[in-house]
């Protein structure tokens, strides 16, 4: 089994920042893609950022410019760096990971974190 930990979330003033950190743990051989999305009150979960085994990257057109996601294959994190932010940011932050085990063969399996808790006020 793989476990996601997000981090790095809270409450911040607009225009302030954020550096959001995700740690993968467990019988990981491989990590290929890995992705942040977000959740607002009412809305459907949507892709913010993602990032490939190679650092090819992309962005919601929402965020760009503002956003930056990156990943210490070391340490099988990524990271959300987070500026400019808005009140329209505000939403439960969920790591996502493709992630191959060593018991898993040549397969890749989809995790999720539980999610961290932006807030940002106007």
């Known amino acids: 089994q793989v476990q996601l930990v997000e981090s790095g979330g809270g409450l911040v003033q607009a225009g302030g920042s954020l550096r959001l950190s995700c740690a993968a743990s467990?019988?990981?051989?491989?990590?290929?893609?890995m992705d942040w999305y977000r959740q607002a009150p009412g809305k459907q979960r949507e892709l913010v950022a993602g990032i490939t085994s190679g650092s090819s990257t992309l962005y919601a057109d929402s965020v760009k410019g503002r956003f930056t996601i990156s990943r210490d294959n070391a340490k099988n994190t990524v990271y959300l760096q987070m500026n400019s932010l808005k009140p329209e940011d505000t939403a439960v932050y969920y790591c996502n990971a493709d992630v191959r085990t060593y018991y898993s063969g040549t397969y890749y399996e989809v995790y999720w974190g539980q999610g961290t808790q932006v807030t940002v006020s106007s």
């Open positions: 467990g019988s990981i051989f491989s990590i290929n893609s």
